[in-house]
């Protein structure tokens, strides 16, 4: 088996299926994160639109136009709608990134942890923000 | 193949064979080209527009605190640098957009043909520069 001068791939090392698969990416995780990343991808798709038409319907708007439109029903609905996707995107696409670039395990999980709780500050920031806008 | 990191870059494909994973691009060693460049781009957008959510946030809890404070922030944000950062802002969101939807095709397996692979990625970004100039042109119109 002169395999080391053939361009076919090969496996030379002791080292089972399991421990391939286990040893793969920088999470060492399976696939829930890519899912959840898509999902919340495909959500933000509509919403970003919507959100930009907002925006652009409330230029220079005054607080008083801006809480009577938040505060209408669907917009209600559709901006908690949209910082739930947005912020559990954003947590997911931080984390890839962050998981990429910095290498040593007490750096990232400290990295990790500081960004997760900034998120989920801001996230309940803007939901308070909304329903006291609506309610 | 006798290092076990080397070990990780073999898989096998669907019919069991062997194959070598193909590497991704690393910025170091890639000669910059329109593929490694859109890529590296969708995460700087993402990241920029993660420095968004902060403005968004602001804007958020100001509206719902009261008028004073609001209105400072309107202020900034109507500011010639206000207005900057905010052209920026679009413009990472609208980029940010099309590229995704670019990933969500290749998600399903299509579009990985490079011909393919360059003219979307010629298309995100003239996307991006008719999305963003459009949003300000009617964002001017409507102020």
């Known amino acids: 088996m002169d395999q ?5 791939p090969s496996v030379h090392v002791l080292r089972s299926q399991l421990g391939r698969a286990r ?13 959840a990343q898509r999902v919340t991808a495909i959500l ?28 209408a029903p669907w917009n209600t609905v559709l901006f908690l709608l949209l910082v739930g996707a947005l912020f559990y995107h954003l947590a997911l696409g931080l984390q890839v990134v962050v998981e990429d670039y910095v290498h040593r395990e007490s ?8 960004l997760k709780g900034l998120i989920i500050f801001c996230a309940l ?10 309610l | ?38 890529s590296i781009f ?22 719902a605190t009261g008028d ?24 990472a969101l609208f980029y940010h957009f099309a590229n995704g939807i670019r990933h969500l095709f290749w998600d399903f397996g299509k579009g990985y043909e490079l011909p393919t692979m360059h003219r979307t990625g010629y298309v995100v970004l003239v996307a991006t520069v008719v999305l963003t100039a459009g949003f300000w042109v009617i964002g001017f119109l409507v102020w």
């Not at chain 2, 991704?24 to 060693?29: C, I, W, Y």
């Not at chain 2, 400072?72 to 905010?86: D, E, R, Y």
């Open chain 2, 42 to 63: 969708h995460r700087i957008t993402g990241c920029a527009l993660g420095a968004g959510t902060l403005v968004l946030t602001l804007w958020l809890v100001t509206a």
């Open chain 1, 44 to 71: 933000l798709l509509p919403l970003s639109l919507y959100f930009v038409a907002s925006v652009l319907a409330l230029a220079g708007a005054s607080r008083a136009g801006v809480a009577a439109y938040i505060g």
């Open chain 1, 23 to 35: 040893g793969l990416g920088a999470a060492g995780t399976g696939v829930a994160h890519w899912w």
């Open chain 2, 1 to 38: 193949m006798k290092d076990v990191r080397d070990a990780l870059m073999v898989g096998r494909n669907s019919e069991g064979k062997l194959v070598r994973r193909p590497l991704s691009p690393h910025l170091q060693v890639y000669k910059p080209q329109i593929s490694s460049a859109l």
């Open chain 1, 107 to 114: 750096a990232k999980l400290a990295t990790l942890l500081v």
């Open chain 1, 4 to 8: 080391l001068n053939s361009s076919e």
């Open chain 1, 125 to 134: 920031a803007c939901a308070v923000s909304v329903l006291k806008l609506a």
């Open chain 2, 68 to 91: 004073a404070a609001f209105s400072v922030v309107q202020a900034v944000l109507a500011s010639w640098i206000g207005i900057l950062v905010l052209i920026g802002f679009t413009g």
